[in-house]
Each structure stands twice: as structure tokens, then as C-alpha cells.
């Protein structure tokens, strides 16, 4: 059984950083690619970094420059660092692994765990 946990997340002034984690569990985390995506208040949930198996990254135009995936595969945990938070970043954020191909609109591939909250204040 898959289950995915991610944490880290909280309230925090804007231009502030937080690291969020994601521990996978039941999943083959060294062979998969892996996301974060997340659900902004009113929003469809959307991926916003990406990380292959062989470490390759990829991120959304509005948090390129600012965050930066990582992976630990003994672990097979997940971060997200998370620098010059934006107001507009405010969201729940998810984890999850990724279907091939490894682009910015691969799919999820399995049940969302619950989330972390961020939220930036102006």
C-alpha cells in the first residue's frame, strides 16, 4: 500500500524560504520520477517540480529560480526548498510519484496523501 507524507509546511512572511519533505512509503521510490504539485485556494492542482530517477529537474515558470527539488533514495524521501516565497504560493502542497515522460503535465500515479499548508503573508 502506497502512502504518501509530506511535511514541512506552515505560515511565513513573503521573500521567507521553508523545506518541505515527503516520505513514500510501500513505494519503488529509486526507480520513479517524482513531483510536487499543489492547490492553491480556488485553483486545479497543478505540478510545480519535477525530479527523475537520475536526479534531472524541471520546474514551473513561476517558481523556477525560487525552489529547488531534491531526492534522497536510501530515504526515499522527497524535499521541496522553497526560497523568496510569494504570496501567490500559498497552497496546499503535494508529493507524488510521475508517469513518463517526465514533463510539467505528467500524471500522478497514486492516491494523494493529505498535503502540507503553506502559507505566505504579504
Known amino acids: 500500500q502506497v502512502q504518501l507524507v509530506e511535511s514541512g509546511g506552515g505560515l511565513v512572511q513573503a521573500g521567507g524560504s521553508l523545506r518541505l519533505s515527503c516520505a513514500a512509503a510501500g513505494v519503488i521510490f529509486s526507480i520513479n520520477g517524482m513531483g510536487w504539485y499543489r492547490q492553491g485556494p480556488g485553483k486545479q492542482r497543478e505540478l510545480v517540480a519535477i525530479?527523475?530517477?537520475?536526479?534531472?529537474?524541471n520546474y514551473a515558470d513561476s517558481v523556477k529560480g525560487r525552489f529547488t527539488i531534491s531526492r534522497d533514495n536510501a530515504k526515499n524521501t522527497l524535499y521541496l526548498q522553497m526560497n523568496s516565497l510569494k504570496p501567490e504560493d500559498t497552497a496546499v502542497y503535494y508529493c507524488?510519484?510521475?508517469?513518463?515522460?517526465?514533463?510539467?503535465?505528467?500524471?500522478?500515479?497514486?492516491?494523494w496523501g493529505q498535503g502540507t499548508q503553506v502559507t505566505v503573508s504579504s
Open positions: 507524488n510519484a510521475v508517469a513518463p515522460p517526465y514533463t510539467m503535465t505528467a500524471a500522478a500515479l497514486y492516491t
Open positions: 525530479i527523475t530517477r537520475g536526479g534531472s529537474t
